[in-house]
């Protein structure tokens, strides 16, 4: 008895919260429909009496009239109410919303399987009451899935379902269906190399000499056709990653790899890891080598080269060590064909392929010239030059193995220059056994003077080598 009293007593107060519930939504309404619609009415009627100001009888006492005031206001809300009710049957309407671009979700082992053919992301038309569509776009998380757990290697044609939140909603996938292909997944390991992005970014003083990566070998996933067709993996290097390059050993952290195929087309595998790190050694390689101006073309006639200064007579050049180590000077020409009295040359410096930088950028070479004078060197002895394998040459009798020198140039250059400092010879290239007749050519070590052979030819005797 005492369990049905406290029931019933629970009863009669759930009753009562229901009943205050309802009256105070309605007390709610009435308050709103007053504040919002009756009184501001009834304002607008007194403002209206007092702007007309006028003692027609009549009208002053209809908008006097309570019940008058009342109805209209009552007219005026039914306006408003069917306005309202309007609005609420186009949101409980049928209509449509177009979602672009949705992602596609596959359901199957990742592990063991491949799927190709699969559309990354669909449309959706969604159709339902106005609400219903606000609702539905609201929820993020709704997924575009299709699945594909149980099905064999091979081609199947699968059908994407949407997993809307709104059971309400129709839906349409705009493609509903997608013919894929399913491949087992196989593995394979690969040897990683380097690629270096940028590094024409990297102060060309400095020079990427070694590289190491944290492994050397990773692991390529995929459809076995398409592991056949990866050439490489490349790290890929982005020197501008390097904060501060500076001489000594760097490394960088997550560097992406990509695998390639023979064409240089990026191939689309798992690589596992995804990323190496590098150890990165950064060298400034130079050497120090003497400028040596080479002139071209000759001075006004009865004119030498007297002295040639520069204002720099060595210069660091920075670049690959195997290209320093075959430079022993670097090369300047000028053109000093048809002056006449002492000239400035300002000259920008010419760097080899493979020199990536200079300790200066320009230099500025002086000439001055002399009077001409001439001296004659006998008894220069004529070398062999590009002779072919197999072969051996000697002059035919000893006035072909030798050759009288004219100097040309000031008193005080050719006065200093003997044989030593003469080299005459013949070049062999492309010539076989027999007895050939070829040019004498002559060249000094300083380049201020003229060097021209008193025999123009001599003849050379090219037997195989015994």
């Known amino acids: 008895m005492m369990k049905n009293k406290k029931s019933s007593n629970k009863k009669t107060k759930l009753w009562k919260k229901v009943l205050r519930g309802v009256f105070n939504f309605f007390a709610y309404v009435y308050r709103i429909i007053d504040k919002f619609i009756i009184t501001p009415i009834a304002k607008l009627m007194m403002v209206i009496m007092k702007f007309l100001n006028t003692n027609n009888k009549p009208l002053e006492r209809l908008l006097n009239n309570k019940m008058f005031l009342i109805t209209l206001s009552l007219v005026l809300a039914l306006i408003s109410f069917f306005s309202v009710d309007k609005i609420a049957n186009t949101m409980m309407n049928d209509s449509a919303d177009v979602i672009y671009g949705k992602e596609v979700k596959a359901l199957y082992n990742e592990e063991a399987y491949v799927v190709e053919g699969l559309e990354k992301s669909v449309d959706i038309t969604l159709i339902g009451r106005r609400a219903d569509l606000y609702l539905a776009n609201q929820y993020q998380k709704d997924e575009v899935v299709v699945d594909l757990r149980g099905l064999k290697p091979g081609s199947h044609r699968v059908a994407l379902k949407y997993k809307s939140s709104v059971a309400s909603i129709d839906y349409k996938i705009d493609p509903s269906y997608a013919n894929v292909t399913i491949y087992e997944k196989v593995s394979e390991s690969r040897k990683v190399t380097k690629e270096i992005l940028y590094e024409d970014k990297l102060d060309s003083r400095f020079s990427i000499t070694n590289t190491s990566f944290s492994r050397d070998d990773v692991y390529i996933k995929g459809a076995e056709y398409k592991l056949q067709q990866v050439a490489m993996v490349k790290a890929l290097l982005d020197v501008t990653n390097i904060i501060n390059p500076s001489v000594g050993t760097t490394t960088l952290k997550d560097i992406p790899l990509v695998a390639y195929d023979k064409n240089g087309n990026k191939m689309d595998v798992e690589i596992v890891p995804k990323t190496v790190d590098a150890t990165i050694e950064i060298a400034s390689p130079s050497k120090e080598v003497p400028i040596r101006v080479i002139p071209e073309g000759d001075v006004v006639f009865g004119k030498s080269i007297d002295s040639i200064t520069v204002s720099e007579t060595n210069v660091k050049l920075f670049g690959d060590m195997d290209v320093l180590s075959k430079i022993d000077y670097l090369p300047v020409s000028i053109n000093v064909d048809g002056i006449s009295k002492a000239t400035e040359y300002n000259v920008n410096l010419?760097?080899?392929?493979?020199?990536?930088?200079?300790?200066?950028?320009?230099?500025?070479?002086?000439?001055?010239?002399?009077?001409?004078?001439?001296?004659?060197?006998?008894?220069?002895?004529?070398?062999?030059?590009?002779?072919?394998?197999?072969?051996?040459?000697?002059?035919?009798?000893?006035?072909?193995?030798?050759?009288?020198?004219?100097?040309?140039?000031?008193?005080?250059?050719?006065?200093?220059?003997?044989?030593?400092?003469?080299?005459?010879?013949?070049?062999?290239?492309?010539?076989?056994?027999?007895?050939?007749?070829?040019?004498?050519?002559?060249?000094?070590?300083?380049?201020?003077?003229?060097?021209?052979?008193?025999?123009?030819?001599?003849?050379?005797?090219?037997?195989?080598?015994?």
């Open 350 to 466: 010419s760097l080899p392929s493979g020199v990536n930088e200079a300790s200066t950028k320009s230099v500025v070479i002086k000439v001055s010239l002399g009077d001409t004078k001439s001296k004659t060197i006998d008894d220069v002895s004529i070398a062999t030059k590009n002779l072919g394998s197999g072969l051996v040459a000697k002059a035919d009798g000893k006035a072909n193995s030798k050759v009288s020198v004219v100097l040309k140039g000031t008193d005080s250059n050719i006065k200093s220059v003997t044989t030593d400092t003469i080299s005459a010879y013949v070049d062999l290239n492309g010539l076989g056994v027999g007895t050939h007749e070829v040019n004498v050519k002559v060249t000094g070590d300083d380049l201020k003077i003229g060097y021209t052979p008193t025999t123009k030819t001599v003849k050379i005797i090219i037997t195989k080598e015994k």
